[in-house]
T-cell receptor
């Protein structure tokens, strides 16, 4: 069975500070892992994905994530938060047929 | 850049009425999906569709729901008799390969009164 756990439903960081959004997964097959961002009143936009190539994945808007098999984690990071990063972030795992989403983490950036 | 589109963006309907949500997937994609997101909750899988048939569906996708690809471009989700609890944002997604990146549309916000 596949599942995703996102620790922390709300995260607040100061502008310019490190962003760390946590995601742990369980998967019965080698996982494909994704991070999506949802801005208010908008759809889901792909940030980055891991599909069994390099374990450190770089995405759009300065975000990156590292796949750690031993920890079953795929945490999302950004060195310096920007006001425009305020949004809902969803981690997802694919079992080759459907996506399983985490409950989401709402990121607030404090000026 | 190709994108998934959905219409309408918002729909308000009376309980018991039928609604059809429309999606135009990315043109060379073969795998299509519907998800829903109840306000404040996570995105939930409804159904996947490939080669003109349902490949997988969740427990949410009961007999009140159906999907169709009526022509070469549209992919629709029909709810036959809407219930209050069907109020949600419905997202369509498409993919060019099973299990690979899914590209999501902007969603249709459905409100059942």
């Amino acid at each position: 069975a596949q599942s995703v756990t996102q620790l922390g439903s709300h995260v607040s960081v100061s502008e310019g500070a490190l962003v760390l959004l946590r995601c742990n997964y369980s998967s019965s097959v080698p996982p494909y892992l994704f991070w999506y961002v949802q801005y208010p009143n908008q759809g889901l936009q792909l940030l980055l994905k891991y599909t069994s190539a390099a374990t450190l994945v770089k995405g759009i808007n300065g975000f990156e994530a590292e796949f750690k098999k031993s920890e079953t984690s795929f945490h999302l990071t950004k060195p310096s938060a920007h006001m425009s990063d305020a949004a809902e972030y969803f981690c997802a795992v694919s079992d080759r047929n459907q996506f399983y989403f985490g409950t989401g983490t709402s990121l607030t950036v404090i000026p | 850049e190709p994108e998934v589109t959905q219409t309408p963006s918002h729909q308000v309907t009376q309980m018991g009425q039928e609604v059809i949500l429309r999606c135009v997937p990315i043109s060379n994609h073969l795998y299509f999906y519907w998800y829903r997101q109840i306000l404040g909750q996570k995105v939930e899988f409804l159904v996947s569709f490939y080669n003109n048939e349902i490949s997988e569906k969740s427990e949410i996708f009961d007999d009140q729901f159906s999907v169709e690809r009526p022509d070469g471009s549209n992919f629709t989700l029909k709810i036959r008799s809407t219930k209050l609890e069907d109020s949600a944002m419905y997202f369509c997604a498409s993919s060019d390969e099973r299990g690979r990146t899914q590209y999501f549309g902007p969603g249709t916000r459905l409100l059942v009164l």
